[in-house]
């Protein structure tokens, strides 16, 4: 079965401008939770998909959004991008919301300049 | 609010030593725990789990135990590997699908 997939793994942009990751969830989940990993603040939850709705949200700005797609793909945006961006992103699928365990993809690193 | 404080690395020790890592918590309620693991250039993966007050998950020697009372999941292994060199994240499920992690803790297993 294959794991949770995250394109692109290494991403370089400056300064103002916009990204867009994708994430596909392992065959058959359908929840889909972003993390933000840091050195200096660790994991912090950006939001979470089912069903194509987001269910929560974490204590980012705007300019961090998300969606996911019938088939529970899910992809993260951030626009205006800040050199505080620069972290590596993590996407984490699970069956459903009540099951409790997140599988993790290998993350997409991205690099503001 | 929920909350994970665990303990601050980095850890070093030798193979065949006995391995604690802290880790408390504030929640409300009674939230499922968790320890995951990231490997170098790898994404978290979960080590073990506790869903309910004493249980103890247990998983590749590593085990932890859910003290309410202490409100404690203390990850600890008998005797580590050069192998299990990672960081090593605990975590509390809030609502549906949030997770609160603590900071990582670093270990690095010399032979």
């Known amino acids: 079965k294959a794991g949770v997939t995250q394109t692109p793994r290494y991403l370089i942009k400056t300064r103002g401008q916009q990204v867009t990751l994708s994430c596909s969830p392992i065959?058959?989940?359908?929840?889909v939770s972003w993390y933000q990993q840091t050195p200096g603040q660790g994991l912090q939850f950006l939001f979470e998909?089912?069903?194509?709705?987001?269910?929560n949200k974490g204590n980012f700005p705007g300019r961090f959004s998300g969606r996911q797609f019938s088939n529970s793909r899910s992809e993260m945006n951030v626009s205006t991008l800040e050199l505080g961006d620069s972290a590596l992103y993590l996407c984490?699928?699970?069956?459903?919301?009540?099951?409790?365990?997140?599988?993790f993809g290998e993350g997409s690193r991205l690099t503001v300049l | 609010g929920n909350s994970v404080t665990q303990m601050e690395g980095p850890v070093t020790l030798s193979e065949e030593a006995f391995l604690t890592i802290n880790c408390t918590y504030t929640?409300?309620?009674?939230?499922?725990l968790f320890w995951y693991v990231q490997y170098p250039g790898e994404g978290l993966q979960l080590l073990l789990k506790?869903?309910?007050?004493?249980d103890k998950g247990s998983n590749k020697g590593f085990e932890a135990t859910y003290r309410k009372e202490t409100t404690s999941f203390h990850l600890e292994k008998g005797s580590v590997q050069v192998s299990d060199s990672a960081v090593y994240f605990c975590?509390?499920?809030?609502?549906?699908?949030?997770?609160?992690f603590g900071t990582g803790t670093s270990l690095t297993v010399i032979p």
């Open positions: 984490a699928s699970s069956l459903d919301r009540n099951t409790g365990e997140l599988f």
């Open positions: 065959s058959g989940h359908r929840s």
């Open positions: 998909y089912f069903s194509e709705t987001q269910r």
């Open positions: 929640a409300t309620g009674y939230p499922s």
């Open positions: 506790a869903t309910k007050a004493d």
């Open positions: 975590a509390l499920r809030g609502t549906g699908n949030q997770f609160y």
